[in-house]
């Protein structure tokens, strides 16, 4: 089993940046990919970015050139750099797991809010 604890979340004025931390722990030695969905309220979950352990990532298209994920592999920690915040941007983000064997874990959720 993976625990993976969120940070970094909170209140920031558009056009502000933040940096959401992920910490994996437990059977950590199994993941292969890390990274961020989020979700608005009445909106569906959305991929964010993935970051995979070879060093490959993917952005969701509409966020490419503003937020960068980033992986400390030996940490087994994904971090996402949020840039240029905008209104749109607030929801909440979770961090996720891919595991050898098809399994999925998934963080709390930590709220980003985006107002001034």
């Known amino acids: 089993q993976v625990r993976l604890v969120e940070s970094g979340g909170g209140l920031v004025q558009p056009g502000g940046s933040l940096r959401l931390s992920c910490a994996a722990s437990?059977?950590?030695?199994?993941?292969?990919?890390m990274g961020w969905y989020r979700q608005a309220p009445g909106k569906q979950r959305e991929l964010v970015a993935t970051?995979?352990?070879?060093?490959?990532?993917n952005y969701a298209d509409s966020l490419k050139g503003r937020f960068t994920i980033s992986r400390a592999n030996a940490k087994n920690t994904v971090y996402l750099q949020m840039n240029s915040l905008k209104p749109e941007d607030m929801a909440v983000y979770y961090c996720?797991?891919?595991?050898?064997?098809?399994?999925?874990?998934w963080g709390q959720g930590t709220q980003v809010t985006v107002s001034s």
């Open positions: 996720y797991a891919n595991s050898r064997g098809g399994i999925v874990n």
């Open positions: 437990g059977s950590s030695f199994s993941i292969y990919a």
């Open positions: 970051a995979i352990n070879d060093g490959r990532t």
